[in-house]
C-alpha cells in the first residue's frame, strides 16, 4: 500500500470514529486534502485515483449501515 493510501485509509477511520454523518466520502476527501495540503488538480486526481483503490483493493466498502447502504457512506471492509 502506497503511503499516501495509508494516509488516506487512516483518515478515513478518523471520520468513521465521529459517526455516521463523518464516514462519507466528500467529508473523508476534504479533510484528506486539507491535511496533506493538497491543492492543485493533479495532486486532487491523485488523491481520488487513491480514495477510488482502497474500494477496489477491499480496504473500503460502500454503506455504512442499512438505512444508509450506499456512496456517499462507507465502512472500513473485514479483510
Not at 9 to 14: F, N, W, Y
Not at 43 to 51: G, S, V
Request: glycine share 6%; aromatic share 10%; charged share 25%.
Amino acid at each position: 500500500m502506497s503511503e499516501l493510501a495509508e494516509k488516506l485509509l487512516g483518515i478515513a477511520r478518523e471520520c468513521i470514529d465521529q459517526g455516521p454523518g463523518y464516514a462519507q466520502e466528500p467529508v473523508v476527501l476534504r479533510e484528506a486534502a486539507e491535511q496533506l495540503q493538497i491543492r492543485d488538480l493533479k495532486e486532487q486526481q491523485r488523491l481520488l485515483t487513491t480514495w477510488n483503490d482502497l474500494f477496489r483493493d477491499g480496504w473500503l466498502a460502500w454503506g455504512y449501515n442499512i438505512d444508509n447502504p450506499s456512496s456517499p457512506f462507507f465502512h472500513i471492509a473485514e479483510r
